[in-house]
């Protein structure tokens, strides 16, 4: 990395993940803000832009999830940077889709099997806890109880794949990220 934050860090390619709503995001822009390369989430995206073209709620039409991982794809290749922290992968799209109830598509299953079959992630995922309560967006209309049982399903979607979840629990933003940031010090993540 070509920041002095990163200096003693462990290197890689580090998930970020979570449930809506469990502060995931503001500990990615603090990441960013502390120098470190971030790859943005798609799903948020994706969702916002068939918003802005009158599809009010786009997760309903399974052609969503090819949607979310084409362009995942797209930012995990050009990501550059020695710790990179990646805001979701194709494993919360295959959550995604099995709490909105899509069969995972040919694509997706494609993009899983490809990322892990090449190690591009590190083993260990950050796994942002929720916070306890919800705040409702356009994209983000889930409920605090329907996020529980989508941070169950995240959960066992990572496990199933060999990962290992490192929790990152409820707290401040600084707090959340200076435990992170312990964590890629240590000598063993």
Known sequence: MDNENGAGLRKGRFILTGAPGAGK???VRQLEIDGFAVVEEAATDVIALEQAKSVGEPWTDPGF???IVALQRQRRLAA???VQFHDRSALCTE????FLGHPPSDLLLEEIAALKRSGFYDRRVFFVRLMGFIEATAARR???EDA???EEVHERTYRAHGFELVPVEPGSVVDRVAAIRRRLEAPSL
Do not use: E
Not at 95 to 98: D, E, F, I, K, S
């Open 142 to 144: 889930i409920g605090l």
């Open 80 to 82: 550059s940077g020695d």
């Open 65 to 67: 999830i090819d949607r």
């Open 148 to 150: 529980r049982r989508f």
């Open 95 to 98: 959550a995604l889709a099995t």
């Open 25 to 27: 995001t503001a500990v």
